[in-house]
């Protein structure tokens, strides 16, 4: 059962690319609204901690019922919330275990979004937006005060470093970690954000872990190929030094890789080697040798215990 569920974290095929297209805001979806529990996933584990979680890009073009091509998810069709729901339960299966676990549906961009610079400028703030409302209403109506996680994953993770900007000083007081998964990090940004602090080893607290996986540089989506912030997720280590960790690579896998994971100090990025399957390529704007779609996947024991670690060091620091 999980391994079904897990097979959404490769991003979603493109469901259309034809028809009149129209971008307008009076055209856009309904807003989610997150009074409504049918806009979120969660599990309720009475536990003491949360994770609040920003699924990937489960979405691509689509054409509605009066023939215009959408290119922002609907979150009341069922049809385009059942992979943004997969994607929900496979990662809460993956990381979830001792956490309360939150994940809203939004408008997420489609898939052929990331192919132009000029569409994702012109798209983000839509679901940045009603990511930054389902937060808000997290922290109000659900959190009740407890300590969280932040995580995202590729479009989830470009608008965690956007959801990290607007963080009120109480609430990032109880912030142990925010996982920025399959993305890069310029420093501009990182300047820009006082709430943004690259993390150093594998429990320190109220910091941002991001990596983003490659065969080598030159597999880089062109979106993100440089990052001023990346710590190996093996090894929790800012430093080149490789790391050596023995997973499945696939899904349906019956055998294990041995992998070396170290980091690329001339880019940021994280470069994998010893991957044995064949590579899965992103539609439209993959390249071989990309390993986005297993940026969880690959490290899953790693960011459970991981979270686990800091939530503990949290703790601990709290009383």
Known sequence: MI????????????ISSCGKTDDQ??????????????????SDRNADVDIFYIISTETGDYIDASGITRHFADTYNDSLRAPMLSEM?????LVGEK????????RQCSLQTYADDSLITARMPLPTEDIRTAFYFYTEKYNRNRPFILAGFSQGAMILTELLKDL???????????????????????????YLVPAQGADDTGVTICYNSVREPGCALQMFDHSAVCINPVSWTTAPTPATLITETTFNATTKDTLTVRIDTATGLLCVDG????????????KEGNYHSREIWFYRDCLKANM????AKYKAQSH
């Open 3 to 14: 391994r079904k569920l897990l097979t959404i974290l490769s991003l979603a095929i493109v």
């Open 25 to 42: 805001p009076a055209d856009f979806p309904p807003q989610p609204k997150y009074q409504d529990t049918t806009q979120w996933y969660i």
């Open 89 to 93: 339960m496979g990662v809460d299966a």
């Open 99 to 106: 956490f309360n676990f939150y994940s809203p549906y939004y």
């Open 168 to 194: 009120r000083p109480e609430t990032y007081s109880r912030l142990i970690a925010a996982y920025v998964i399959g993305a890069t990090i310029d420093t501009a940004t990182v300047n820009d954000n006082k």
């Open 275 to 286: 991957v044995t399957a064949h590579d899965y390529i992103l539609p439209l704007i993959g």
């Open 308 to 311: 686990e670690a800091r939530a």
